[in-house]
């Protein structure tokens, strides 16, 4: 299972970031993906998550009407798109999937916003 992050960096306040997750080496469409992020001198939290058909989400109270999950099954990929970004999202996001009683993180995404 690998899952790899991309789509980070520095933005300003308000403006838009998207992430990905490519997730090969499993089958992606049967489970659940979320993103996570962690501050510095922060527990990482759950961001967003989307069902395995992309039929359900779930936000973090935070992010709610500013970031979207979704995900491209045929592509074995989930996207966050970020918007009006404020200083406080500033964070590394990570990828995760759990498989059974395995959790799987990918490496993470470092995301600054800042003028």
């Known amino acids: 299972v690998q899952l790899v992050e991309s789509g980070g960096g520095l933005v300003q306040p308000g403006g838009p970031l998207r992430l990905s997750c490519a997730a090969p080496g499993f089958t992606f469409s049967r489970y659940t993906m979320n993103w996570y992020r962690q501050a510095p001198g922060k527990v990482r939290g759950l961001v967003a998550a989307?069902?395995?058909?992309?039929?359900?989400?779930n936000y973090a109270g935070s992010v709610k009407g500013r970031f979207t999950i979704s995900r491209d099954n045929a592509r074995n990929t989930v996207y966050l798109q970020m918007n009006t970004l404020k200083p406080e999202d500033t964070a590394v996001y990570y990828c995760y999937v759990r498989i059974g009683t395995d959790n799987y993180w990918g490496q993470g995404t470092q995301v600054t916003v800042s003028s």
């Open positions: 989307i069902t395995s058909d992309g039929g359900g989400t």
